[in-house]
C-alpha cells in the first residue's frame, strides 16, 4: 500500500485525537474548578441560577439559594464558580467604585447623534409623504360585481327550495 491510500486515515485519526484531547482538557478544567469550590462561595449552576455553597460532599453541593431555602444539588450542576465582586454584582446589585466608566470632557459626541438622529427623522417625513400606491385590482371587483348581477343572485345563493 502507499502512502497516498493512507493518508485519508493518518488525516481522519489525527483529527479524532485532536477533538478527544481538547474535550478533556475542558473536562478536567471544568472539575478541576468545582474541586476549588469552598463553603460560601457563589456559583452558576448549568441551569442558570445563582446560590452560595453550603457545604460539600463527594457527588453532592448543598446550596442556598434565597435565605433559609437550601437545595442538594449535583457537584456536575454547577456551571461556574463566581468570584466574591462578580456574585454581588449579579446577586445584590452591588456596584463596583472602580469601574472604566469613560465620561467626555464635552458634549461633542452627544451632539452629533442627535444631529444624525436629526437628518435619519427629516429622510422618514420625506418617504411618508410621499403618495401611496394603490395596490387593488380594480379590473377583478368590476367583473365580480358584474357577474352578480348578471343571475340575480348574491354569493352563495341557489335556485334550491
Not at 51 to 62: F, H, N, P, R, S
Not at 71 to 79: D, Q, S, T
Not at 120 to 132: L, M, N, S, W
Amino acid at each position: 500500500m502507499s502512502i497516498v491510500t493512507l493518508l485519508p486515515f493518518i488525516v481522519l485519526i489525527g483529527a479524532m485525537f485532536l477533538m478527544t484531547r481538547s474535550a478533556k482538557k475542558k473536562q478536567q478544567a471544568a472539575a478541576q474548578m468545582r474541586n476549588e469550590m469552598q463553603p460560601g462561595t457563589g456559583v452558576r449552576t448549568i441551569g442558570g441560577m445563582y446560590a452560595t455553597v453550603k457545604e460539600i460532599g463527594d457527588e453532592t453541593v448543598l446550596l442556598e439559594v434565597a435565605p433559609g431555602v437550601h437545595a442538594v444539588y449535583a457537584k456536575n450542576a454547577i456551571g461556574a464558580v463566581l468570584e466574591d465582586s462578580e456574585y454581588n454584582r449579579i446577586v445584590h446589585g452591588d456596584e463596583e467604585s472602580d469601574s472604566d466608566t469613560v465620561v467626555p470632557d464635552d458634549a461633542s459626541s452627544l451632539t452629533e447623534a442627535a444631529e444624525a438622529a436629526e437628518a435619519t427623522d427629516k429622510d422618514a417625513e420625506t418617504v411618508e409623504d410621499a403618495p401611496k400606491a394603490d395596490l387593488t385590482k380594480k379590473s377583478d371587483a368590476a367583473e365580480a360585481a358584474a357577474e352578480g348581477q348578471k343571475d340575480g343572485k348574491a354569493d352563495g345563493e341557489t335556485d334550491a327550495k
